[in-house]
């Protein structure tokens, strides 16, 4: 789960990420899991809505490749997805994940404190988002294959 401070960053969402997030958020709850995404709820209750042409282009979108470091050591690559969408082995992880709810809306130079499924804090630092479907004029539309 994400811990929502005042020491977390501002963060800036689409409004189409906003309305498919909130979407994934209530098809949860509906399901008797909203445990799995409290900390994407808080996430969009407290991130600044940009309409998809806005958005800047350092900053962690649905289906951007990103890079970041955490305090765990080391740099992670990644492409942040829907649920159904993961694949580790490809550095897919979904949103719905304790990482992927910290990462979204996060731009490049912000870190962010979350804690793991066993409750452990970490902290991340986003250190680039090397694709974004905004960018390309795309919302919200997968990456090519990194190969």
Known sequence: ???TSR????IVITSLDHLRLTGVVEAFERRGK???VE?????LDRAQIVPPAKVPKDVVTMHSRCCFTSDSGGEQ???LVYPGEEDIEQGKISIVTPVGSALIGL????SITWQTTDGRTKTLTLKAVNWQPEAHGMDGG???DAG
């Open 77 to 79: 690559d990644v492409s």
């Open 142 to 144: 997968q990456a090519p």
């Open 39 to 43: 900390s994407l709820a808080e996430e």
């Open 107 to 110: 731009r490049v130079g912000q």
């Open 7 to 10: 020491a977390d960053p501002r």
């Open 1 to 3: 789960m994400a811990t």
């Open 34 to 36: 909203a445990g799995m």
